[in-house]
């Protein structure tokens, strides 16, 4: 067993994040993705003395240190180890008909990347394992040497917007025949032998594959898709949800969703009045993405690639907004 780090969370456009969830004493909020806490801990402080606050992860280890760092908050915190597309049924579970506000901050956590056994990064040798709730799932591992070269090529087109594709993923065929391929290294050098030389690049060769296969490992888009849905059902009107993603394919699904949900009419043009009866569900809160700022980017470089978007519950007609 490697050796474990501990677990950090430096919670990413923290002030934006408390600035767009307009907190009050007294509300109820879903940390969808608790992680190490980071945002959970000045979300408690804001809605002191009685808010409550739900926690969810799909990693024990971020429970585990959530639990510590937020022990002093008492019973104002539930933590609860399940994915927030089941954020509905855990907060009827725990007596919730709705909540105040909700955030999801998507994607791998420092953590998990600088924890050498967990697979995720190439910058240490590892057994390839990416999963996020490491009792259940398939491993990275296990992908790359099962799936066909077809199937890893669109993996890695969809999910990494990688342009050498269908080549790295012949590589891995022809390379697996040999002997299976088991370690992060092996597979980053696999990949970046793969890759056409040319002008020095940004990044490692190899970053879209790793991208496009934690994506794939841990159905991060398809449970995006649910948590947007099940998070919108669960808001009070007047309630917000705020969203952090980290590469363009999640925040194209945030941003698609959200504009989705502020249309209202859908009747064919040819018709002189409306029949669907459609009415907006949201109204948006943040045009634009909102990104970290040059100060915070230098104490916090993983905050680069941050978007924040945020939008608030509209009430059905004649439904009016609390706000206790």
């Not at 739900?54 to 994915?83: I, M, S």
């Not at 088991?182 to 990044?203: F, H, N, W, Y």
């Not at 794939?216 to 849905?229: F, M, P, S």
């Amino acid at each position: 067993m490697m050796e474990d780090t501990a677990f950090r969370h430096e919670p990413v456009l923290l002030h934006e994040v408390l600035d767009l969830l307009h907190l009050f004493p007294g509300a109820v909020v879903v940390d969808g993705t608790v992680g190490g806490g980071g945002h959970s801990q000045h979300i408690l402080a804001a809605t002191a003395p009685d808010g409550r606050l739900l926690g969810l992860d799909r990693d024990a280890r971020a429970l585990a240190a959530a639990a510590e760092r937020l022990a002093p908050f008492g019973k104002r915190v539930t933590l609860h180890q399940a994915n927030y597309a089941a954020l509905a049924a855990v907060l009827r579970a725990e007596g919730f008909a709705s909540c105040d506000a909700i955030l999801l901050d998507l994607g791998v956590s420092s953590h998990q990347l600088d924890c050498q056994e967990r697979g995720f990064s190439f910058q240490h040798d590892a057994p390839l394992d990416m999963r996020m709730d490491q009792t259940e799932g398939i491993t990275a591992e296990q992908v790359v040497n099962e799936l066909t070269a077809a199937e890893l090529g669109t993996i890695f087109k969809e999910y990494g917007e990688e342009r050498w594709a269908k080549r790295i993923a012949r590589r891995i065929e022809q390379t697996r025949a040999d002997a299976p391929i088991k370690t992060t290294l092996q597979l980053a050098e696999l990949v970046k032998s793969a890759v056409p030389a040319g002008k020095p690049q940004r990044i490692h060769p190899a970053t879209r594959v790793f991208q496009a296969l934690r994506i794939y490992v841990n159905d991060e888009l398809g449970y995006l898709k649910k948590g947007l849905e099940s998070s919108l059902e669960m808001l009070r009107p007047g309630g917000v949800l705020a969203v952090i993603s980290f590469h363009s394919l999640e925040d194209r699904i945030v941003k698609q969703f959200f504009r989705a949900q502020t249309q209202t009419c859908e009747c064919p043009p040819r018709l002189p009045v409306c029949v669907c009866a459609r009415q907006a569900r949201v109204k948006l809160l943040t045009r634009r993405g909102i990104r970290a700022g040059s100060a915070e980017i230098e104490h916090n470089p993983r905050a680069r690639s941050a978007t924040l978007r945020g939008a608030e519950k509209l009430p059905h007609p004649g439904q009016g907004v609390s706000n206790a």
